[in-house]
C-alpha cells in the first residue's frame, strides 16, 4: 500500500513538499512518482524516478519541482517550489514493484489535494 501526505493550501509561489512511502510484499521498486488530476482534466505524470536514481519530469514542472527518494525507507519525495495557481489538483503517487510470483505491479495512493490560491 501507499501512504501519502504533504498536501494542503498555498499561496502561488509558495512552496509543498510531497511524501509518499510504499509498503507491502514486493522484492523490488523499478520506480516511485506523482500524476497528478485537475477538475475535468486527464490524470497526467509530474515526476518519477526510476531504481537507480535516473529522473523524469513533467516539461511544466522543470526547474520548479524536485523528486527525491529515500531507499532505506521506501519513500519518494516532492519539493514543489513557485507553486501556481495551473497546479492545483489531487497529487497520486504511485509506486512500480516487482512481486514474487506476479511480477510487476502498480501501487496507487489516495491523492493529495493541493490547492494554491492567487
Known amino acids: 500500500q501507499l501512504q501519502a501526505s504533504g498536501g494542503g493550501l498555498v499561496q502561488a509561489g509558495g512552496s509543498l513538499r510531497l511524501s509518499c512511502t510504499v509498503s507491502?510484499?514486493?522484492?523490488?521498486?523499478?520506480?516511485m512518482g506523482w500524476y497528478r488530476q485537475a477538475p475535468g482534466k486527464q490524470r497526467e505524470l509530474v515526476a518519477s524516478?526510476?531504481?537507480?536514481?535516473?529522473?523524469n519530469y513533467a516539461e511544466f514542472v522543470k526547474a520548479r519541482f524536485t523528486i527525491s527518494r529515500d531507499n532505506a525507507k521506501n519513500t519518494v519525495y516532492l519539493q514543489m517550489n513557485s507553486l501556481e495557481v495551473e497546479d492545483a489538483a489531487v497529487y497520486y503517487c504511485y509506486a512500480d514493484v516487482m512481486k514474487l510470483g506476479l511480477g510487476r505491479y502498480d501501487y496507487w495512493g489516495q491523492g493529495t489535494q493541493v490547492t494554491v490560491s492567487s
Open positions: 507491502g510484499d514486493f522484492f523490488r521498486i523499478n520506480a
Open positions: 524516478m526510476a531504481d537507480g536514481g535516473r529522473t
